[in-house]
């Protein structure tokens, strides 16, 4: 199984559910990670990656950490000073459409969003509201595409699209779609020759679908043209995705390990939730078990059985903690704070 792995956490692409999953890795089997200085949760997102940002990295004795998966903005160059250079790199997208809208109701806050009452009033006159100097334009427009590193209001002439394209593709060794999540984690598990269990996973940080609403034609098309670095990374790599897929794979081999790990979800599902799946904040009994709430978001989290046996649920417990909590659990056992 690989162990040297750099995730770039796109926001709003299902990423904190990966994130979960290298968590649950790297404590299995005891890896270290790149944490942000002062055990925060992200690396001085959003500017660029510096190795310096990273908790006991110093350029006089070059210490290497397993995993680098914290919110960053990405810089290959600063990445490699803290990751082995056999790392595998890897990242998550999703349909920009999506995206943007989930970026509207979670970044509500946002300078570009604050003033407008819809996404559609946004988009009628984004311009209006929209600033390329402020310090949060990027939830705004193109968010993956500045995750990735490039400027979000830069030039979409074929020429440069294709070149930010191939600058990608040298980073990176694939990217997951989380349109297609089972399908990219059976891809997963098959890059880092991973074993089953390693990739189940239930969904985190996800909202509730009633801040949740469908899109008119008109104003996707204008979401495409607006996010349109956005679309072109979105529709080479989804592509790709699928090219490597049948490369690897094979369509009939897919179908079978998707059911497989459905089957393996729903089961542990059976054993470790309470009622069918997820919750509201409100109805979440544990209070060490609730996600951050953010924006106009209505984050959904989980509620465990009672009285599970403890090996059982200490597995249950670690699907379902959430982002923050996780990682500052991590962040305590690689760096111990020091006896009273």
């Known amino acids: 199984p690989k162990t040297d792995i750099v995730f770039l956490k796109v926001h709003k692409s299902a990423s904190s559910t990966v ?50 998966c914290h919110h960053m903005r990405f810089l290959q160059p600063e990445v490699q000073k803290v990751v082995p250079s056999s790392a595998v790199y890897f990242s998550i997208l999703r349909n920009p459409v999506q995206l943007m809208e989930s970026s ?64 990608i593709e040298a980073s990176f060794d694939f990217l997951l779609i989380s349109e297609y999540f089972d399908e990219s984690m059976v891809l997963l598990k098959e890059m880092l020759c991973w074993d089953l269990d390693s990739v189940v996973s239930f969904p985190l940080n996800s909202r509730d679908s009633s801040t949740k609403s469908p899109l008119p034609d008109s104003v996707v098309e204008k979401l495409k043209a607006w996010n349109r670095l956005d679309w072109e990374i979105y529709a080479h790599f989804n592509r790709t995705f699928w090219e490597r897929l049948d490369r690897h794979i094979g369509r009939e081999r897919l179908r079978r390990e998707v059911r497989a790990l459905r089957q393996r979800q729903a089961e542990l599902a059976r ?60 962040y305590k056992k690689q760096f111990p704070p020091p006896p009273p």
């Open 19 to 68: 994130m979960n999953i290298l968590f649950r890795f790297g404590e299995m089997h005891n890896l270290t990670f790149a944490f942000p200085q002062g055990g925060g949760f992200q690396l001085y997102y959003p500017r660029h990656f510096l190795a310096k940002f990273v908790q006991g990295f110093s350029p006089l004795s070059p210490r290497r950490f397993n995993i680098l």
């Open 104 to 167: 509207f109701v979670y970044y509500k806050g946002a300078s570009a969003f604050s003033r407008v009452r819809s996404l559609e009033e946004f988009l009628s006159q984004p311009w209006r509201y929209y600033d390329p100097a402020s310090g949060d334009r990027h939830y705004a427009r193109n968010l993956m595409t500045f995750d990735f590193g490039f400027n979000p209001d830069g030039d979409v002439s074929p020429e440069r699209v294709q070149l930010m394209l191939k600058a």
């Open 271 to 330: 054993a470790c939730l309470q009622g069918t799946g997820s919750v509201g904040p409100k109805d979440i009994k544990d209070s060490s078990l609730r996600p951050l709430q953010h924006g106009g978001a209505r984050i959904l989290g989980y509620n465990l059985k009672q009285g599970l046996p403890r090996e059982l649920e200490r597995t249950c417990r670690r699907l379902v903690t959430p982002e923050l909590q996780y990682s500052s659990l991590l």
